[in-house]
């Protein structure tokens, strides 16, 4: 391989690992796309997962997983039902 060749590939890998550095998304990944519904019933809830802010996400999630496999759904944090969540969240801590 010529001295050029070599000087190109060089030059392609470095620039790979620089572009693999720079964050993709500005506002991180969140998994909640959207405010959220404001409620879920309750009987309807099989587990409750909050996300607090991170490197990824700047916002807190509430994530709640439905009994008979009907899914998730994402609750607005800002809603009562997610604060009382969050609460007994903090508490548990």
């Known amino acids: 391989m010529s001295v ?3 000087v190109i590939v060089l030059a392609v890998i ?3 690992t ?4 720079f964050p993709m ?3 991180g990944r969140c998994l909640c796309i959207g ?4 409620a879920v019933k309750v009987a309807d809830i099989e587990k409750a997962t909050i996300i607090y802010p991170s490197n990824n996400c700047n916002k ?3 994530i709640i ?3 008979a496999h009907k899914g998730q759904r994402c609750l607005n944090p800002k809603s009562k039902q ?3 969540i969050i609460k007994v969240g903090k508490l548990k801590e």
């Open 35 to 38: 405010p959220g519904v404001k």
């Open 25 to 27: 998304f500005k506002g």
């Open 14 to 16: 470095f620039c790979a």
């Open 18 to 21: 620089i572009v693999q550095g």
């Open 4 to 6: 050029k060749g070599m």
């Open 60 to 62: 807190i999630e509430v």
């Open 65 to 67: 997983t439905l009994k």
């Open 82 to 84: 997610a604060n009382i």
